[in-house]
């Protein structure tokens, strides 16, 4: 079985500040991890992706399998940057299985 | 065309009404995904095709019944739903290139739906 986890449901940091959100996840076997996210009345739309290892508005995410986590960074945020964002694996089946979400409020 | 397109954006329904979504992409993606989406909540998976074949239903009630008709059109027949399946119905597509990695996921505006 594949999970993922977002242990934050909520994040509030301060415009300028850094921001992680955390993602852990469960899969046997060697998973693809990606990042979505959907700005408000906006479409889910990909983010990044571990295999392509880009830098997307500034965000940067990297796979850590000791520790199953795919932690998604920013060294400083912008207000434009609130959204949910959610994490998503993708197993053997190729299906998509996404955390709760983590809802980002980037203050001014 | 680079986007998922879904039809209509709002729905209401009754218990006994019949009704379909559809979705639409001229990306030339093969693999079409259906999901449903509570409040607040992450986009669960209903059914994958797969060159227009049903590769994946995952375990939805048959008040749901996807169609394909071709390889850019998806569709989702409702009939007598009840009020616990209101949510907003996202469709998405990928390549379906078949290779060692998974194809990115494009995903439409969804249709929210609600049954009275």
């Known amino acids: 079985a594949q999970r993922v986890t977002q242990p934050e449901k909520l994040l509030s940091v301060f415009k300028g500040a850094p921001v992680e959100l955390k993602c852990n996840y469960s899969y046997s076997g060697s998973p693809e991890l990606f990042w979505y996210v959907q700005y408000s009345r906006q479409r889910l739309q990909l983010l990044l992706r571990h295999i392509s290892r880009e830098s997307i508005k500034g965000f940067t995410a990297d796979l850590n399998k000791g520790e199953t986590s795919f932690h998604l960074k920013k060294p400083f945020a912008q207000e434009e940057d609130s959204a949910m964002y959610y994490c998503a694996l993708s197993g053997s089946a190729r299906q998509l299985t996404f955390g709760s979400g983590t809802q980002l409020t980037v203050l001014p | 065309d680079t986007e998922v397109t879904q039809t209509p954006k709002h729905l209401v329904m009754g218990m006994t009404n019949k009704k379909s979504l559809k979705c639409e992409q001229h990306m030339g993606h093969r693999a079409m995904y259906w999901y449903k989406q509570k409040a607040k909540k992450p986009p669960e998976l209903m059914f994958v095709?797969?060159?227009?074949?049903?590769?994946i239903n995952e375990s939805v009630p048959s008040r749901f019944s996807p169609e394909c008709p071709n390889s850019s059109l998806l569709n989702l027949h409702l009939h007598a739903l009840q009020p616990e399946d209101s949510a907003l119905y996202l469709c998405a597509s990928s390549q379906d290139s078949g290779g060692s990695q998974s194809d990115t996921q494009y995903f439409g505006p969804g249709t929210r739906l609600t049954v009275l």
């Open positions: 095709y797969s060159y227009e074949k049903l590769s």
